[in-house]
T-cell receptor, first 113, second 114 residues
Framework: DAGVIQSPRHEVTEMGQEVTLRCKPI?????LFWYRQTMMRGLELLIY????????DSGMPEDRFSAKMPNASFSTLKIQPSEPRDSAVYFC???????????FGEGSWLTVV | AQTVTQSQPEMSVQEAETVTLSCTYDTSESDYYLFWYKQPPSRQMILVIR??????QNATENRFSVNFQKAAKSFSLKISDSQLGDAAMYFCAYSAGTASKLTFGTGTRLQVTL
């Protein structure tokens, strides 16, 4: 079975540009998570969805960040405008809620210069 | 709020030896899950092992096993017969039973030497 699929794997962009990260969860999973990993802050939960509905977005750093899940097989995390401090690895993860085990994608490495 | 603490920033083990990574957590929940994830240099997060709090038996997965002490809120990972491929960051994580989001510790970097 395919795992969680993220794109792009690597992105380098200039400050002020819009960045869109994409995620396809594991088929049949009904929970989706966006995490960010930096050296300073470790792994942080940004937002998570259950059945395509955002449940907790308290980790979203500011209004420049937005996330959507239009259907069960696709989610986006958008940063507009991007700033150098947004440079991080962004992970998408999914789970079947009753089983409480979360599987991660390979991450999207974002560098904002 | 739930917290997860990994007090060992770095550990080292010789190949074929055994190493134990420590993790403690704090929660008021009675139903929860604990996990160890491995993150090699590729940065991928790989699930190593999972423990349900209601189970008294310690989970095992091949060379990986845990020592789950519920009263002490301790959840250590033992790696037996260490291999070079075990070198990675290891994260302990907690998930409450009613909401499956993970809370991570700060990680332990494991080095495996010849």
């Amino acid at each position: 079975d395919a795992g969680v699929i993220q794109s792009p794997r690597h992105e380098v962009t200039e400050m002020g540009q819009e960045v869109t990260l994409r995620c396809k969860p594991i088929s049949g999973h009904n929970s989706l998570f966006w995490y960010r990993q930096t050296m300073m802050r470790g792994l942080e939960l940004l937002i998570y969805f259950n059945n395509n509905v955002p449940i907790d977005d308290s980790g979203m750093p500011e209004d420049r960040f937005s996330a959507k899940m239009p259907n069960a097989s696709f989610s986006t995390l958008k940063i507009q405008p991007s700033e150098p401090r947004d440079s991080a690895v962004y992970f998408c993860a999914s789970s079947f809620r009753r089983r409480n085990t979360i599987y991660f994608g390979e991450g999207s490495w974002l560098t904002v210069v | 709020a739930q917290t997860v603490t990994q007090s060992q920033p770095e550990m080292s083990v010789q190949e074929a030896e055994t190493v134990t990574l420590s993790c403690t957590y704090d929660t008021s929940e009675s139903d929860y899950y604990l996990f160890w994830y491995k993150q090699p240099p590729s940065r991928q997060m790989i699930l190593v092992i999972r423990q349900e709090a209601y189970k008294q038996q310690n989970a095992t997965e091949n060379r990986f096993s845990v020592n789950f002490q519920k009263a002490a809120k301790s959840f250590s990972l033992k790696i037996s017969d260490s291999q070079l491929g075990d070198a990675a960051m290891y994260f302990c994580a907690y998930s409450a039973g009613t909401a499956s989001k993970l809370t991570f510790g700060t990680g332990t970097r494991l080095q495996v030497t010849l």
